[in-house]
């Protein structure tokens, strides 16, 4: 009986191969699997050491220590630091997820996304990115990009009103100020506060920059 097996040719591809139990497609498909899970391991541990002592203070010994792998490794997967730190930081907001007709909504599904997302992992790479952000040019730099194509661009894009570009700013000034306030910072007005009291009182302000005639 054959199966089909996955193998990796390069980076993001993938084939299909029929093989017979132990041929040779089926065992290279194994250190395949055993590579994405040294990489994600990696990866993970990466965002634990940015977090604790900023994008600067991290080392490539330190984080492959964390992860338990060798230095050579880390180099073999990301190449150098600063390749690693982009990737361990990158995030992308599921906007067709979030987006519905109703301006309201889709401005209460966004704000639920990211307090969700912020609460249950301090170490996402949203959170790890604006964290090194403080401490780092090269974080600060990769944020603004981040924030600009991420929300700006995209909000921007959706407002039919003038000054379009600035109420997405604005959008994402309000988002990023909420989220840093409560998770980073843990101001205790916001860092104690329900999330259902967040939302009903955020929502309205937020949603009168993206559909200000509604």
């Not at 519905?100 to 959170?127: C, F, H, I, K, Y």
């Not at 959706?158 to 989220?179: C, E, H, K, N, V």
Request: hydrophobic share 45%.
């Amino acid at each position: 009986m054959t199966c089909a097996d996955a193998v990796t040719n390069a980076p993001g591809q993938a084939v299909q191969r029929k093989v017979g139990p132990g041929g040779p497609a089926e065992e290279a498909a194994l250190p395949e699997r055993k590579g994405e899970r040294t990489r994600r391991r990696i990866l993970m541990a990466a965002r634990r050491k940015f977090a604790e002592v900023g994008y600067e203070r991290a080392t490539i010994r330190a984080i492959a220590t964390e992860a338990e792998v060798d230095k050579s490794s880390v180099i073999q997967y990301f190449g150098s630091k600063q390749d690693l730190f982009r990737e361990a930081v990158h995030w992308q907001i599921p906007h067709d997820e979030l987006t519905t007709s109703d301006p309201g909504q889709t401005v209460e599904n966004r704000l639920r996304s990211m307090l969700d997302t912020w609460a249950a992992d301090p170490d996402s790479p949203m959170a790890v990115l604006l964290r090194t952000s403080m401490t780092s040019d090269e974080a600060a730099e990769l944020l603004r990009r981040h924030l600009t194509v991420q929300v700006t661009d995209h909000i921007a894009a959706t407002i039919d009103a003038p000054d379009a570009r600035l109420r997405a700013a604005l959008f994402s000034a309000i988002m990023m100020g909420l989220a840093a306030q409560r998770h980073l910072l843990h101001l205790p007005d916001l860092a104690e506060a329900d999330v259902e009291d967040i939302v009903r009182i955020a929502t309205p302000l937020l949603r009168s920059l993206i559909a200000p005639e509604m």
